[in-house]
C-alpha cells in the first residue's frame, strides 16, 4: 500500500511549484498558497517530514525541499514591499536549515562526489538557488553568495571528473531526475550570477541526449552508475520531474521530454490537456494518509493508474524510492 501511497504522493508534488506559479498570478490565490505553506509549516516540523521519511528514505529532504521550493516561488510573484513575500522568504530559509541539518544529512553516503550523494547535493542547491533567486542578487549577503558560488564549484567539478552525466546518489545507484534537479541548480546560478558553468552544462545536456532510452527517445528512470546508459524505461513521475526542472537550464530538453508525457500514459503521472510543462495534469491522490505535505487546492482526477514504458520499467532501486524513483 505504501509503494501506491509513494506514488500519488510524488506526483502532486511534482505539479505543486509550476501550480503556484499560475495561481499566484491570479488575485486572491497568493493568499490561499500562503494559507497551505503556513499548515505545513506547522505539520512538517510536527512529525510530518518524519512520517514521510518512514514512507521512503527521502521522505524527510524531499518534504522540506517542496516546501522550501513553493515558499520561494510566492516570495518570486510578490513585489519587495509587500510584507507576506517576507513571510515566503522565511519559510524558504527554514526548509534550507532542516536541509542543512544533520538529520538532513543522516540518510546518505558521504563519501560520494558531490558529498552525500547528488540527491541530496542536487535537492539541497536546487532548493538554495531559487531561494537567492526570490531574494533577488543585491539582498544577498557577501558570506552566503560566496557559499553558493562555492557548492556550486563543487557540483560542477563532480560532473566534470564524471566519465558519465548520471552521478550516484548511493554508492553504485544513479537516478537522472536526481543529475537534473542539480544542473538545473547550476543553471539557475548562472542566472543570477555572472556564468561560469555554461560549459560543464552544455557537455552534460549533450552527454544526457546521447544516453535516452531508444524506445521512447527519453530520459530513462534510472541509470547504469558506471555508464549513464539508460534503465528501468520511462516513467512518468520521474520525466514530469525532469521536464519541469530542466526548464530552467535546458527548455529544448524539457519541452520534448514532456512530449513524451503528453504523447504516452506513463506509469505516476498521465497528463491531459495540458498547455505548458508542469501547468496542469492529473494525478492519483491518496486516499489514506494522515499527512499529506500537499497544499489541499492540488487536487487532480485520477486518470488511473497508466503505465511504464520499456523494459525492465518495474523494477526498483536498491531499497529506496526517493521522487522520481522506485
Keep these: 500500500m505504501f509503494r501506491y501511497l509513494y506514488w500519488a504522493f510524488v506526483g502532486a508534488l511534482l505539479l505543486l511549484l509550476a501550480l503556484l506559479h499560475w495561481r499566484a498570478h491570479t488575485p486572491g490565490e497568493v493568499a490561499e498558497a500562503q494559507s497551505q505553506l503556513r ?9 510530518g517530514a518524519a512520517q ?16 522550501g521550493l513553493a515558499a520561494a516561488e510566492v516570495a518570486r510573484q510578490l513585489p519587495h514591499y509587500e510584507p507576506r513575500r517576507a513571510e515566503a522568504l522565511t519559510q524558504a530559509r527554514t526548509a534550507l536549515r532542516r536541509l542543512d541539518s544533520p538529520v538532513g544529512r543522516a540518510s546518505f553516503p558521504a563519501g560520494l ?20 533567486r526570490a531574494l533577488a542578487p543585491q539582498r544577498v549577503r557577501a558570506a552566503e553568495m560566496a557559499a553558493f558560488t562555492r557548492d556550486c564549484d563543487s557540483l560542477a567539478d563532480a560532473f566534470a571528473r564524471s566519465p558519465t552525466p548520471m552521478l550516484p546518489s548511493y554508492a553504485g545507484a544513479a537516478w537522472p531526475a536526481d543529475n537534473c534537479v542539480a544542473i538545473a541548480a547550476l543553471g539557475i546560478h548562472d542566472q543570477i550570477y555572472p556564468p ?26 534510472a541509470a547504469d552508475s558506471g555508464t549513464g546508459a539508460p534503465r528501468g ?18 527548455p529544448d530538453l524539457a519541452h520534448t521530454q514532456y512530449q513524451v508525457l503528453r504523447t504516452h500514459p ?25 499527512f499529506r505535505p500537499v497544499a489541499t487546492w492540488v ?18 532501486g536498491p531499497g529506496r524510492c526517493p521522487p522520481g524513483h522506485g
Excluded: C
Design 39 to 47: 499548515f505545513l509549516g506547522q505539520k512538517l516540523p510536527a512529525g
Design 266 to 290: 506513463l506509469r505516476g503521472v498521465s497528463l491531459g490537456r495540458t498547455r505548458r510543462p508542469g501547468i496542469s495534469g492529473r494525478v492519483q491522490r491518496p486516499r489514506q494518509h494522515r
Design 233 to 250: 524505461g520511462v516513467r512518468g513521475s520521474s520525466l514530469a520531474l525532469m521536464s519541469k526542472v530542466l526548464l530552467d537550464v535546458a
Design 299 to 316: 487536487r487532480w482526477p485520477g486518470h488511473g493508474r497508466g503505465r511504464s514504458l520499456g523494459p525492465g520499467a518495474r523494477r526498483r
Design 196 to 221: 561560469r558553468h555554461q560549459a560543464i552544462i552544455t557537455r552534460w545536456v549533450h552527454a544526457a541526449r546521447q544516453r535516452l532510452d531508444p524506445i521512447y527517445d527519453a530520459l530513462s528512470h
Design 52 to 67: 514521510m521519511q518512514a514512507i521512503f528514505p527521502e521522505g524527510y529532504v524531499f518534504s522540506w525541499a517542496l516546501y
Design 113 to 132: 562526489a558531490p558529498g552525500y550523494g547528488v540527491f541530496y547535493a542536487g535537492w539541497r542547491l536546487y532548493l538554495r538557488a531559487n531561494y537567492l
